[in-house]
C-alpha cells in the first residue's frame, strides 16, 4: 500500500533554487560549488538549532523526571534559555593552561565538530532533502563520526590533565568496543537492501509500516536493540558516559576547555546524538516514510522520539562500570550481533520474511 | 544524479572546509568580545584546587591496548563484511557459508583471547 503523498515538501524549494541557480549560465562544476556551499551554511543552521533545542529539551525531561521544572524563566517554559547560554558562552573568557600542547589542544574542538558536522551530508531529512547521496552512504557516516575519537584523545592528551587523559583514554576504549556490535547491527539491514546508499535504505522500507526493518522478525527487532545499545555508548551518553563522569573524572576529555572551544564539544555531542538517532531512524524505523504529514515533519518526528528514548536512558539508568562496559560489548554485544547477522543473512537466502 | 561522477563526493571536501572555517569564525567572534585576564593561579591545571604533582604525559597501564588489537582485526573484517553484504543477494548459499566459517574462525580467536583472561579488567 502507497501512503498518499503530502502536500507541504520541502525539497520544492531547493530544485527550486537550484534553477534560479542554472539560469545564470555557469558551468557544471561551479553548480556543484555553490550548490554544497549553500547546502553547508544551511546543514550548518540546521544542526545549531537541533542542538540548541536538544539542550533545553534535556534540561526539560531531566527536570521533570527529578520533579523539578527547570528553565522557567526566559519565555515560555524557558525555550529561549538555550540561545542566552549559548550568548553567554560566547562572552567567556577562553582560561588556557600553561602547560598544554598548544597545536592539539586548539585543533581538538575543531576537529571534533567538523566530525559530527560532515555525518549530516549523508542523513536523508526527507523526500529528496539530502545533501549528496553518496553510494556508500552508510559507511561513510560510520567511518566519520569515527574521527570523534581521534578528537576526544587529542582533548585529553593535549590539556595536560590527569582527569582528561583518563577521560579520553577511557572514551577512546569504549567507542571502539562499541563499533564493532553496532557495524554488526547495520549489517542485518544492509544484507537486505543490498545497497549503502541512505535513500536505497529507506525506499525498501517504502509502504506499509510493517516493511519496516524494526518489524521484521526476529533478527530486526534484535538488531534495532543491539544498535541503540551501541550507539547510546558511541554518543558518549550515560549509562555509558564514563568518560565524562562527572563524580570521578569531574567532566573528562573537556576539563580544561572553556567558553566557545567548550561549546563546540557541547555542540558536537548534541549533534552526534541527533545522528546516531537519525540512523536509527534511517535503517530501522522507515526513514521519512508516513502518511499525510510532509516528509520532514515525519523523520524530526521519529528522529526526536529515539532521542527522547536515549534521553529516558540518560536519567533513568545508572552508569556502568569500566569493567562492566568491556565485558558486555565483548562478552554479549559482539557474539549476539554476529549471530543475528548470520541469522539474518540466512532468513534472506531461505526467503522466510515477510 | 547528473554532473560529473565525483560531484557527491564534492561535497565532503567542500563541508570540511565549511566546517572548519565556520568554527574558526566562532572563535574569532568570541575572541573579540571576550575578556583575557590570565594570570598564574588560572592558567595551572585543574586537579581539585591542588597544585599538579608532575606532568600528565607519564607512562600508565591504559589496559586498552589488547581491546584495540581485537578491535583491529573485527575491524578488518568489517572491510571484508561490507562488501559481502552488498553483494550478498546475488551470491546466495555459497557466500552465506563461507561468511559463516571466515566469523567462526574469527570467533575462535575471540573465545581463545577470551580463555586467555584478556576480555578481563585486570
Known amino acids: 500500500m502507497i501512503w498518499p503523498v503530502a502536500i507541504g515538501e520541502l525539497h520544492g524549494v531547493f530544485s527550486w533554487l537550484y534553477s534560479l541557480l542554472e539560469s545564470t549560465g555557469l558551468s557544471q562544476p561551479w553548480l556543484d560549488i555553490i550548490r554544497y556551499i549553500v547546502l553547508g551554511l544551511v546543514v550548518f543552521g540546521v544542526l545549531c538549532l537541533i542542538a540548541l533545542f536538544l539542550v533545553w529539551w534535556e534540561r526539560k525531561i531531566a527536570a521533570h523526571i527529578q520533579q523539578r521544572f527547570g528553565p522557567m524563566r526566559h519565555g515560555w517554559h524557558g525555550w529561549y534559555q538555550t540561545i542566552a547560554d549559548a550568548l553567554k558562552l560566547l562572552q567567556k573568557e577562553d582560561i588556557l593552561v600553561d602547560t598544554r600542547d598548544k597545536v592539539v589542544f586548539f585543533w581538538a574542538p575543531v576537529i571534533c565538530f567538523v566530525a559530527a558536522f560532515l555525518a549530516y551530508i549523508c542523513i536523508p531529512f526527507g523526500d529528496k532533502l539530502i545533501v549528496a547521496d553518496l553510494n556508500i552512504g552508510i559507511l561513510y557516516i560510520i567511518a566519520i563520526t569515527t574521527f570523534t575519537v581521534i578528537s576526544l584523545l587529542m582533548a585529553g592528551w593535549g590539556s595536560n590533565n590527569k582527569y582528561a587523559l583518563l577521560g579520553g583514554m577511557r572514551s577512546a576504549a569504549q567507542i571502539v568496543s562499541y563499533e564493532v556490535p553496532m557495524v554488526a547491527s547495520i549489517l542485518v539491514v544492509v544484507v537486505f537492501v543490498g545497497s549503502l546508499s541512505m535513500v536505497d535504505i529507506v525506499e525498501a522500507q517504502s509502504g506499509w509500516f510493517t516493511n519496516w526493518f524494526i518489524f521484521r522478525v526476529p533478527f530486526g527487532p534484535i538488531a534495532f536493540v543491539t544498535y541503540i545499545i551501541a550507539a547510546t555508548a558511541e554518543a558518549n551518553r550515560t549509562p555509558f558516559d564514563i568518560p565524562e563522569a562527572e563524580q570521578e573524572l569531574v567532566a573528562g576529555y573537556n576539563i580544561e576547555y572553556s567558553g566557545m572551544k567548550f561549546s563546540m564539544f557541547f555542540l558536537a555531542e548534541f549533534a552526534n546524538g541527533f545522528t546516531v538517532s537519525a540512523i536509527a531512524v534511517t535503517l530501522f524505523l522507515g526513514g521519512w516514510h508516513g502518511p499525510f504529514l510532509p516528509s520532514w515533519v515525519w523523520f524530526m518526528g521519529k528522529t526526536l522520539a529515539v532521542v527522547f528514548l536515549l534521553m529516558l536512558f540518560r536519567w533513568t539508568y545508572p552508569r556502568l562500570r569500566v569493567d562492566q562496559l568491556m565485558e558486555f560489548a565483548w562478552k554479549f554485544l559482539v557474539p549476539v550481533t554476529f549471530a543475528n547477522l548470520i541469522l539474518g543473512a540466512w532468513m534472506k537466502y531461505a526467503g522466510w520474511y515477510w | ?122
Open chain 2, 1 to 122: 544524479m547528473k554532473g560529473f561522477y565525483v560531484a557527491p563526493y564534492l561535497s565532503i571536501l567542500i563541508f570540511i572546509v565549511i566546517g572548519i572555517g565556520l568554527v574558526l569564525f566562532t572563535f574569532f567572534l568570541a575572541r573579540l568580545i571576550r575578556p583575557s585576564h590570565p594570570y598564574p593561579a588560572k592558567t595551572i591545571n585543574y586537579e581539585c584546587a591542588e597544585l599538579p604533582i608532575g606532568d600528565s604525559w607519564i607512562q600508565f597501564n591504559p589496559r586498552f591496548y589488547i581491546f584495540a588489537l581485537i578491535f583491529v582485526i573485527f575491524d578488518v573484517e568489517a572491510v571484508f563484511l561490507f562488501p559481502w553484504a552488498v553483494a550478498f543477494g546475488q551470491l546466495g548459499l555459497y557466500a552465506l557459508i563461507e561468511m559463516v566459517i571466515f566469523i567462526l574462525i574469527l570467533f575462535y580467536g575471540l573465545y581463545y583471547a577470551w580463555k586467555q583472561g584478556v576480555l578481563k579488567w585486570v
